[in-house]
């Protein structure tokens, strides 16, 4: 079990290029959430889809859109980066049902715009 | 919207106990969960409130009040390791369980 793996963990993009954050789960979950961080600040939710075919905005999501691929996948993508994008991606997961509520976390994604 | 205060930084010494209090106000409050991160890394779940009371997990603690609006985690015989930054989340009612995260709370322990 991987849990919630992302690709890249690294990432530097110069402003106006485009690129997609891969996410992907294998613990059969429902919902999946990409939240950025930035230094000192807590998460802020970007988007989640509460399940397989549905797509939300959260508090943040200008400048981005998402995909969900399919049960296993959520992907995020950035068609022009500007530096204010520059932060910590994490993409989580949740089983979902009311007995659940632990989101369990990738390990991150590091994106540069410059 | 929602919003959450918590204290930016708390300093204790090695087998001590610390309390990080954590205050919101939201609509449609369905729960507080209190989660862990170490040096940037993945965020990883402490416990969840959903009723007004204490919750106890080992050395770690969580109580909520839902009347005030007030949770709280309580850590006890603190450890190096416990050094982390610290944030509490509220869930608002809703299918996708999503989450608002307060700013967090730097945690260092001290020998």
């Known amino acids: 079990n991987a849990g919630v793996t992302q690709t890249p963990k690294f990432q530097v993009l110069k402003t106006g290029q485009s690129m997609t954050l891969q996410c992907a789960q294998d613990m059969n979950h429902n919902s999946m959430y990409w939240y950025r961080q930035d230094p000192g600040m807590g998460l802020r939710l970007i988007y989640y889809s509460a399940s397989e075919g549905t797509t939300d905005k959260g508090e943040v999501p200008n400048g981005y859109n998402v995909s969900r691929l399919n049960k296993r996948e959520f992907s995020l993508r950035l068609e022009s980066a500007a530096p204010s994008q520059t932060s910590v991606y994490f993409c989580?997961?949740?089983?979902?049902?009311?007995?659940?509520?632990?989101?369990?976390f990738g390990p991150g994604t590091r994106l540069t715009v410059l | 919207g929602q919003s959450l205060e918590q204290p930016s930084e708390v300093t204790a010494v090695e087998g001590a106990i610390v309390q990080i209090n954590c205050t919101y106000q939201t609509s449609g409050f369905y729960g507080l969960s209190w989660y862990q991160q170490h040096d940037g890394g993945a965020p990883t779940f402490l416990s969840y409130?959903?009723?007004?009371g204490l919750e106890e997990t080992g050395r770690f603690s969580s109580f909520l009040s839902r009347s005030d609006s007030y949770g709280y985690l309580l850590l006890q015989e603190l450890q190096m390791k416990d050094s982390a930054s610290y944030f509490c989340?509220?869930?608002?009612?809703?299918?996708?369980?999503?989450?608002?995260f307060g700013s967090g709370t730097q945690l260092t322990v001290l020998p």
């Open positions: 409130n959903a009723l007004d």
């Open positions: 989340a509220v869930r608002i009612s809703g299918s996708a369980r999503q989450l608002t």
């Open positions: 989580a997961s949740t089983r979902g049902g009311d007995s659940s509520n632990e989101q369990f």
